[in-house]
Each structure stands twice: as structure tokens, then as C-alpha cells.
């Protein structure tokens, strides 16, 4: 990486001033940046542009919060490049869910899987209702000994913030297991709440949303190890 080179960050989702999970969203960046001592330049990538923008350019990509969005399909594509490519990816609330669903048609083969969000008739949904919606809760998420998320927090158990009212539907997880993205945390219930593509370079999405908890003086640890991950792959590029 070159001195001075602030690290281009395509964040996926449509932005809106008035939601706090998207203002969180640029301040938790700059919080893993000035921890690690870089630069980045966040980029909201709107979802109904990305059916047909370029993206090589972005390091990483962070799917931000916020659905339904405009255009499911432009965040599927982005998630579908970051996996197919190598590029770090972290998604939080909605992209956890863009990320299930991508990994379900893509990589399962599922081409009619779907959101409950977005049709809550569809045959086969992959995402759907939680039992008990989550919006505005903090709770406890108990993750995997073994998992990439439990190396990042350097703990079995964090409780972290939740905006969201749809998950994982449980009766899949074995087969997104199968086929490589495991789930490395969930609930004291144990209904998924992490997932992540252990052969990746860092491809990890929550169900919560860690931005809102992260601070200057304490960077989240999710977008640092994500941020970090995107300084070693330009490190791995420039040499």
C-alpha cells in the first residue's frame, strides 16, 4: 500500500442521513482506520446503481443496513463479487441477510431462495421472521472457539446491539455449512446470529449491527480485523 493511499471501501446499501446505523457506519470505519493507523475512503454504492457499476475498484465491501433496499439484486452482485474474488466483506443486519441469500442461490444452487422481507410468500425462504424481532435489543451472541469471529473479539461471548426483525431460517444452516459458510455465533437459544466463509480471506456478516457500538477510543473489533484485512491485501498487491 502506498503512503498516503486512502483505501477505497465500497459500503453497499442506499444511504440515509436520518438512520443512525448508516452515520455509524462511516464513523466505525474511521475509527478501525485511525486505529491501525491508515486511510479510508468509504463510498456508499447505491443498489439499483451496482446491476451495472464496475468493482475492481473497491478494496473491500460493507453491506450496510437498511433493507429492503432499492435494488436486492445490485447488493446480490456486490456480495457475489466480493466471495468470487477474494475481497473482504463484512455485512451487518440486512447485508446478513444479502449475504444467506446469495450464498443460498449461488453456491447452493437454491435460484428461488428468498427473503421474507422481500416476499414473505415465496416457497423457499431461506431468511424469515424472527420469533422475536429485535430492533433497538442488545443481547448476548456466543460464538464458535474455533470461529474467525472468536479470534477477532478474542472472546467466546460479546453482547452487541440489534436492529433487526428477520434471520437465518434455522433449518438451513446445515446445508450452508456443508458448502462452506459456517455459523460461528448465535443466541443463548441458539438461532443463528454469525456466519462466515472460513476459506476466504475475511468474509463475515452479523445479524447485529457492531457499528453502533464502536468509538474512537474503542474500535469495534469486527471493522478493525475488516479493515485490516483490506491494508493486507493492498500490502499483498504492491509487492
Request: glycine letters at 8%; one cysteine or more.
Amino acid at each position: 500500500m502506498r503512503p498516503g493511499h486512502a483505501i477505497p471501501i465500497g459500503i453497499v446499501g442506499d444511504f440515509d442521513a436520518s438512520r443512525p446505523t448508516h452515520v455509524a457506519t462511516d464513523a466505525a470505519l474511521a475509527h478501525a482506520a485511525g486505529a491501525l493507523g491508515v486511510d479510508v475512503r468509504p463510498i456508499w454504492l447505491a443498489t439499483d446503481a451496482l446491476l451495472a457499476s464496475p468493482l475492481e475498484a473497491y478494496a473491500g465491501f460493507f453491506v450496510a443496513p437498511g433493507s429492503p433496499y432499492r435494488s436486492a439484486d445490485g447488493a446480490l452482485r456486490a456480495i457475489a463479487h466480493a466471495r468470487e474474488r477474494a475481497r473482504p466483506l463484512l455485512g451487518t443486519c440486512g447485508g446478513f441477510q444479502h449475504v444467506v441469500l446469495e450464498f443460498a442461490r449461488n453456491v447452493l444452487g437454491r435460484r428461488a431462495a428468498q427473503s421474507a422481507e422481500l416476499d414473505p410468500h415465496a416457497p423457499d425462504l431461506v431468511v424469515e421472521p424472527l420469533a422475536c424481532p429485535l430492533v433497538g435489543e442488545r443481547a448476548v451472541v456466543l460464538l464458535r472457539p474455533d470461529s474467525c469471529a472468536a479470534t477477532f473479539y478474542g472472546a467466546d461471548a460479546v453482547t452487541e446491539e440489534f436492529r433487526c426483525s428477520f434471520g437465518l431460517a434455522a433449518a438451513y444452516a446445515p446445508a450452508l455449512e456443508r458448502a462452506g459458510l459456517a455459523v460461528s455465533g448465535v443466541d443463548a437459544a441458539g438461532e443463528p446470529r454469525v456466519v462466515e466463509l472460513r476459506e476466504h480471506p475475511f468474509f463475515l456478516a452479523t445479524l447485529f449491527v457492531p457499528q453502533l457500538s464502536s468509538t474512537a477510543q474503542r474500535p469495534h473489533p469486527l471493522l478493525t480485523a475488516f479493515v485490516a484485512a483490506m491494508v493486507g491485501r493492498a500490502g499483498r498487491r504492491s509487492t
